[in-house]
């Protein structure tokens, strides 16, 4: 680790290690290639100098046209918002990452019981405003409806999400017919398809499934997005021993791979469009043949990739920081999600996403959202450099005060009392006697305390009366 650009950074891998696994992607991608479903891209791909297979559908890219598309990426863009004051611009090897919560999970655990259960579209309403209320989260990622039809979930998902928050929010889509009316959803609720290129109000997110295969839908995914510019989310998840290779850095390997691959068929498609890298890792548990998200080892491998992506590609990255493989919110996830979320920050992560997960992705919990948000604010001052000019070096404080042993008067730390130090909002830094007057509550009492508040009394900006109902009858021309 090293502070000479400002705060921490730390890596896995050296600048010969990053070149050989790099070189090695060039290669697999030359000589045993990536399967694409979709015609129109092996056709795409075919024109552009690629040796395509149409029977096996199997790519080849030869160097050239990799490194091609490789200069072709954007290291620096905009999330735009519904409200533009809540803009943000991502960036390759960014020294503070945005956050944004876990996305793509249909259950939670209920805010007063506990208990594991299906959500439904008014607890996606309930969260979206609780999401746009917290100001640790940057970006706000889609939570699924149970209670809504398979076939419109992810429209009358993203209609909820403009109608609740006025951040930045990202989607993922279910149909080829659907990917088209979200589009036109985001038109409307940006004002049109220039203002949607110039600050993308939504973003989009799809996937190759491990190993370096492409669906067709997530092909038309990654081609939509480019054409109208809109971000997309750019995700592989090979599970080591699994879907990808047991090593940890075989699994470097491939991910680097699939991403080497992605961005060949979105900048052939479409030179320039805005991606987000986003690798995922996950290991296996040898006991119980589950796959594990939260292990130090899927921490490893996604702080490597990182630093690798950083080293490489013209991306941000964006990686599913705080995970974790416990159900509740408890001891263990407070400490898979502590290095899931850090590594990966301190290896230049443009984006961590996560906050909230339980039960490796795939349930949502309020109380541990409410304490993400100090997880978010320690790592956001980790990131920090130390500000070391003279006032802060405190040399005249010494001088003033002497040997008197008494600091907390002194100018100077009047000046810097609300700076220089986070502010928890939770945590408890009360003396027994206080803390056992204030009811002894712990961490998660304190967080469901917040997060009821929040729930309560926060209002979000609305969506004009007229886009309401332009979304809802895009919602209703897919049915």
């Not at 919560?101 to 259950?107: F, I, P, S």
């Not at 047991?246 to 791979?257: D, E, N, R, S, V």
Request: glycine residues 8%; contains cysteine.
């Amino acid at each position: 680790m090293n502070g000479e650009r400002g705060g921490l950074r730390m890596g896995y891998l050296s600048n010969e290690q990053i070149g050989k696994i790099h070189g090695n992607a060039m290669d697999l991608l030359a000589t045993h290639g990536f399967v694409v479903e979709h015609r129109g891209a092996l056709e795409m791909l075919r024109d552009s100098g690629a040796a395509v297979d149409f029977t096996t559908h199997v790519v080849k890219a030869k160097r050239d046209l990799v490194e091609k598309c490789l200069r072709a990426g954007v290291d620096r863009f905009v999330l735009g918002a519904r409200n533009p004051a809540r803009n943000l611009t991502v960036e390759c090897d960014a020294r503070k990452p945005v956050f944004r919560n876990g996305g793509g999970v249909d259950r939670m655990l209920d805010l007063d019981s506990g208990e594991i259960r299906n959500m439904s579209l008014a607890d996606v309403a309930a969260l979206t405003r609780l999401l746009d209320g917290l100001d640790f989260i940057d970006v706000v990622s889609p939570l699924y409806a149970q209670d809504v039809p398979e076939g419109i979930r992810d429209l009358v998902v993203l209609q909820t999400l403009f109608e609740n928050t006025s951040k930045h929010v990202n989607i993922r889509t279910f149909s080829r017919k659907n990917l088209e009316i979200l589009i036109r959803m985001g038109e409307v609720v940006a004002g049109g398809p220039a203002n949607l290129r110039k600050a993308p109000v939504f973003s989009l997110f799809d996937s190759p499934l491990s190993p370096l295969k492409f669906p067709e839908l997530t092909v038309d995914v990654f081609l939509a997005a480019g054409r109208h510019g809109i971000p997309l989310y750019m995700a592989n998840l090979p599970i080591a021993g699994g879907t990808g290779p047991f090593t940890l850095a075989g699994m470097i390997q491939l991910i680097h791979t699939e991403l080497l691959a992605s961005i060949v068929i979105c900048q052939t498609a479409n030179p320039g469009a805005p991606v987000m890298l986003h690798p995922l890792a996950m290991t296996m548990d040898w006991k119980t043949l589950l796959g594990l998200s939260a292990s130090i080892e899927s921490t490893i491998i996604t702080a490597a990739a990182v630093q690798a992506a950083n080293a490489v590609f013209h991306c941000p990255v964006d990686v599913h920081g705080p995970w974790s493989d416990t159900h509740v919110a408890d001891s263990q996830s407070a400490i898979e999600r502590t290095f899931q979320t850090l590594f990966p920050a301190l290896s230049g992560a443009a984006s961590i996403a996560g906050f909230g997960d339980v039960a490796e992705g795939l349930a949502f919990c309020p109380v541990q959202l409410g304490i993400d948000a100090e997880l978010a604010g320690y790592t956001r001052k980790a990131l920090e450099p130390i500000p070391m000019d003279d006032d802060r070096m405190a040399v005249e404080a010494i001088r003033r005060v002497g040997f008197n042993d008494d600091f907390s008067t002194d100018e100077t730390t009047i000046r810097y009392l609300r700076t220089d130090y986070y502010q928890p909002a939770i945590m408890n830094r009360m003396g027994r006697d206080d803390w056992q007057r204030a009811g002894s509550k712990d961490i998660n009492a304190r967080a469901r305390e917040r997060i009821r508040g929040l729930m309560a009394s926060h209002r979000p900006e609305p969506l004009a009366a007229g886009l309401a109902k332009e979304l809802q009858a895009l919602v209703k021309s897919a049915g």
